[in-house]
């Protein structure tokens, strides 16, 4: 396999190295491209230095004889350079939301519907938003006992969402504010240490932001779902980069709780943790750099006889960017064999 | 007014005297009880020192001639406590939960039912939960445009719900952390900085917390409404002093956001922060040592056409406990004359 990453220097450039360094995957050519100022910067991978993370420019050939292409380098970057880098044939995995809800690119969660990422007549394939993805992964296995008709979900969402800087300036407004300095913010808002921001992405016109709308619209898409209706909230928290969920669904008949527990636990893809003492829940701080989506406290919902309740967490640079990608590479390797 | 406050030491005793120092109310005595271990101390209140905390005993004479006495040193104090503390004709504002659901005790947010604090048959006046509090203030401008029937709320609740020492742990481990070092855990039963914690209060045989059950069971007594259900996901986050809840309410008829809006705006101890742009929303960092509930971030419910989304943010200090307990003295204050 030759393999491209775009945006190798950034939060989740760096993820799909850590993810791709044991990927089952065999590995004949890395290509990494960024920015101007990260040119020229090598990493070791699978124990040899890179060769220089190149520049992005329009050049085709720096795109030729590839297989696949993560990109990660915001919607713009995605937008300008699409056509140049599946100029060769290479299939674009692309992290940004610059064509999740384009007709004619799949939005893929292997575990939910990976044979979408057999239709992408352009080359691209896009990876749903980190919320969404961890979301979908949790909803699956209860949709299949029963349809989803509603889902409320308020999210915890960690600095790493924002990239690496923003988790520096988190773990440096934690220092000053422990040295008796003021805090230094710019890459949210507003302080985010100590604090929560009920705001990612731009405000949308129904006043829903545009992260909101993304777990709405992504939802129905991933799923083949058009009824299924999400109401989200999501929540900047001063974790580092795990997100966590607290998730009400409403199926269409009334589920047990045995029923959802046994589905969760033959899930692909999940993990139970959901022992009513103390610790028997997932946590981000515990599950930060781990691959799977783990779901706990799993409830009736006490105002709804056909409602469930449970709280999921995943790792949002793993399952909720590059591991996600790098699986639907994997997908389609394993299914061509 | 001869006050008390029993448990003056303790994060909360310590807000009682801050919101007592400015209360419209003449003190002419205030008595104070702790621990064997804070005895002794004294404190500035409205210009002079106090007479030093006593030890609290059960000596019916250490309550006599009082008008009110502001509990909150733990349940198990309240119970064992309250005869004494009533004995004298004091009227016991109980901030623990020992005996919230008693069909004897009023459960008073004073916005909401202020009326039931006069039907205190064994002279003892519930403080509502934390988390309960802010949001039956928020849920009542709703409820009397139409009755509401669901509630889903999942919480981000501040350390300063733990007391005093959990919210120096709290800054302890930051520092700890920003200095390279192994963060210290006592106070809950993980490290919180960085971290979330999807467990408050002991778990119940349905799989809530006793945490998530108080606002199921309270918010009916509270708002006189038996068939309004709650379902709770309850969360410690990383925050200092102010709790947070992003909450849906289902009513009976559909309600426009004008409507809603409006309510809000008229509402008693509420203050709108309704803008869709950056800042335009209540965040805990900034309105921890105020008074109101904050309400923000109102939306249509888009997977309930009888669904409205908002988020609510109060001081768990202020309004969650100790401002909540003055005002109920307040208003039976004011209705006397």
């Given at each position: 396999m030759k393999i491209a990453i775009v945006g190798a220097s950034g939060a989740v450039g760096q993820e799909f190295m850590r993810v791709l360094e044991t990927a089952p995957m065999e590995i004949d050519e890395l290509r990494l491209f960024g920015s101007k100022r990260s040119a020229g910067r090598t990493y070791t991978f699978r124990g040899a230095t890179t060769e220089p993370v190149r520049e992005l420019?329009?050049?085709?050939?720096?795109?030729?004889?590839?297989?696949?292409?993560?990109?990660?380098?915001?919607?713009?970057?995605?937008?300008?350079?699409?056509?140049?880098?599946?100029?060769?044939?290479?299939?674009?995995?692309?992290?940004?939301?610059?064509?999740?809800?384009?007709?004619?690119?799949?939005?893929?969660?292997?575990?939910?519907?990976?044979?979408?990422?057999?239709?992408?007549?352009?080359?691209?394939?896009?990876?749903?938003?980190?919320?969404?993805?961890?979301m979908v992964v949790a909803l699956k296995p209860i949709h299949d006992l029963s349809p989803i008709r509603r889902v409320h979900v308020a999210t915890y969402q960690a600095a790493s969402g924002a990239g690496a800087t923003a988790m520096a300036e988190l773990e440096h407004q934690s220092a000053q504010i422990a040295r008796g300095e003021k805090p230094e913010v710019s890459k949210f808002?507003?302080?985010?240490?100590?604090?929560?921001?009920?705001?990612?992405?731009?405000?949308?016109?129904?006043?829903?932001?545009?992260?909101?709308?993304?777990?709405?619209?992504?939802?129905?898409?991933?799923?083949?779902?058009?009824?299924?209706?999400v109401s989200a909230t999501c929540v900047r928290v001063p974790v580092l980069r795990a997100h966590s969920e607290a998730i009400w669904v409403e199926t269409e008949r009334e589920l047990s709780l045995d029923e959802v527990r046994g589905a969760f636990e033959k899930a692909e893809g999940i993990v139970l943790i959901d022992r009513c003492e103390?610790?028997?829940?997932?946590?981000?701080?515990?599950?930060?750099?781990?691959?799977?989506?783990?779901?706990?406290?799993?409830?009736?919902?006490?105002?709804?006889?056909?409602?469930?309740?449970?709280?999921?967490?995943?790792?949002?640079?793993?399952?909720?960017?590059?591991?996600?990608?790098?699986?639907?590479?994997?997908?389609?390797?394993?299914?061509?064999?």
């Open positions: 420019t329009s050049n085709p050939a720096d795109f030729a004889g590839l297989d696949f292409a993560f990109v990660s380098a915001g919607g713009d970057v995605s937008k300008q350079y699409a056509d140049v880098i599946t100029s060769g044939g290479a299939i674009m995995i692309d992290n940004s939301s610059a064509f999740r809800m384009d007709s004619d690119v799949p939005l893929v969660v292997p575990e939910v519907n990976g044979d979408d990422a057999f239709n992408a007549p352009r080359g691209i394939i896009a990876n749903p938003n980190c919320t969404t993805i961890q808002v507003s302080q985010l240490a100590f604090n929560l921001i009920p705001h990612i992405d731009v405000f949308t016109e129904n006043g829903y932001t545009r992260e909101e709308m993304k777990m709405h619209l992504e939802t129905k898409k991933i799923m083949h779902a058009p009824e299924l209706e103390a610790l028997g829940y997932p946590m981000p701080l515990d599950i930060a750099g781990s691959d799977p989506v783990y779901v706990g406290r799993i409830r009736s919902d006490l105002s709804n006889s056909k409602g469930i309740s449970f709280w999921a967490v995943a790792d949002q640079l793993r399952k909720g960017a590059a591991l996600n990608a790098v699986q639907i590479a994997l997908y389609i390797i394993n299914k061509r064999k």
